[in-house]
C-alpha cells in the first residue's frame, strides 16, 4: 500500500513539475514536495489504520466439502444457492448430456455397424462351407464321369461299327441295282435307284457323325495330367479352392 501511494505521489509531482511545469523545480519547491508527500502519506495510512484496521494474521475457519462429479462436462444449471440447507439426494448442479448422448449414441451405432459385420462374416463362412461340399460333390461327380468316360468310348466305338455295317449294306444294294441297271435299263426304275444312292448317302454321313463321336469320347478318355483326368483334376482344384477360402 505505502508504495503504491509513493508511487501516485510521485507520479504527481512529474506532473506538476515537469509535464504541466505549474510548479519551478528548485532545491525549495523539491524540499517542500518531499514534506508534503511524507505527511499526506503518512495522513492516508494513519487513517486508514483507525477506519479500516487489517491484519495479516486473521484466520477464517469454515468446514469445506469437495465436490467433484465422475464424469466432465459443462455444467447448465445449478437448482441449489449459498447457505442453502440441502438434504442427501437434491441435485447440486446439472452437466449438459449432450456430449454423453452423441458417445452413447456412437456407441450404439459402432454396435450394430460391428453385428451386420459378424453377420456378414457368418454369412461368409456358410457360403465357404456350402462351397466346399458342392465341390466335394462335383469331385464324386467328376470320379463317375470318369468312369463313364470308357462306357462312352464302347458305345461310340459300337455305333461306328454298327453304321459302318448299314453303311456297306447299302452300298451293296445301290451297287447291285445300278449294275443292273446299267445292263438292262428297263429292269430296275430310275427313282429305284436313286433311293439306293440316297439312302447310301445317309448312311455315309451318319457314319462321318459316328467317326466324330468316337473320336470326341477318346479324346476325353484321354486327357490326362498327371495319370488323373482332366475333368477328376479341375473338381479337384475347384475343391481345393473352396478349402482355402473357408479357412
Given amino acids: 500500500m505505502i508504495a503504491i501511494l509513493t508511487l501516485i505521489y510521485v507520479g504527481l509531482i512529474w506532473l506538476l513539475f515537469f509535464k504541466l511545469k505549474l510548479i519551478e523545480p528548485n532545491v525549495k519547491s523539491y524540499t517542500a514536495a518531499a514534506i508534503v508527500g511524507v505527511v499526506v502519506i503518512g495522513a492516508i495510512l494513519l487513517a486508514m489504520n483507525l477506519f479500516q484496521p487489517y491484519s495479516t494474521n486473521a484466520v477464517i475457519s469454515q468446514?469445506?466439502?469437495?465436490?467433484?462429479?465422475?464424469?466432465?462436462?459443462?455444467?447448465?444449471?445449478?437448482?441449489?444457492?449459498?447457505n442453502q440447507p440441502i438434504n442427501k439426494g437434491d441435485v447440486l448442479f446439472t452437466i449438459d448430456p449432450a456430449p454423453f448422448q452423441a458417445s452413447v449414441d456412437g456407441l450404439r451405432a459402432a454396435l450394430v455397424q460391428s453385428e451386420q459385420s459378424a453377420k456378414m462374416l457368418q454369412d461368409t463362412v456358410d457360403s465357404a462351407k456350402a462351397n466346399v461340399v458342392n465341390a466335394k460333390a462335383g469331385l464324386v461327380n467328376a470320379h463317375q464321369?470318369?468312369?463313364?468316360?470308357?462306357?462312352?468310348?464302347?458305345?461310340a466305338v459300337a455305333a461306328v461299327e454298327q453304321v459302318t455295317a448299314q453303311r456297306d449294306l447299302a452300298?451293296?444294294?445301290?451297287?447291285?441295282?445300278?449294275?443292273?441297271?446299267?445292263?438292262?435299263?428297263?429292269?430296275?426304275?430310275?427313282?429305284?435307284?436313286?433311293?439306293?444312292?440316297?439312302?447310301?448317302?445317309?448312311?455315309?454321313?451318319?457314319?462321318?457323325?459316328?467317326?466324330?463321336?468316337?473320336?470326341?469320347a477318346q479324346a476325353a478318355v484321354d486327357a490326362v495330367l498327371d495319370g488323373e483326368n482332366t475333368v477328376v483334376v479341375q473338381a479337384e482344384a475347384r475343391l481345393a479352392d473352396a478349402r482355402a477360402t473357408e479357412s
Avoid at 63 to 82: D, E, K, L, N, R
Avoid at 145 to 152: I, Y
Avoid at 187 to 192: F, H, L, Q
Fill in 63 to 82: 468446514y469445506v466439502v469437495q465436490i467433484a462429479p465422475q464424469v466432465t462436462g459443462q455444467v447448465t444449471a445449478v437448482p441449489v444457492s449459498a
Fill in 145 to 155: 464321369q470318369v468312369k463313364g468316360l470308357d462306357a462312352n468310348l464302347d458305345a
Fill in 171 to 216: 452300298k451293296s444294294e445301290y451297287e447291285r441295282v445300278a449294275a443292273a441297271k446299267l445292263q438292262d435299263p428297263g429292269s430296275v426304275s430310275d427313282a429305284v435307284v436313286d433311293s439306293k444312292r440316297q439312302r447310301l448317302l445317309g448312311y455315309e454321313e451318319a457314319l462321318l457323325q459316328a467317326i466324330a463321336g468316337q473320336v470326341n
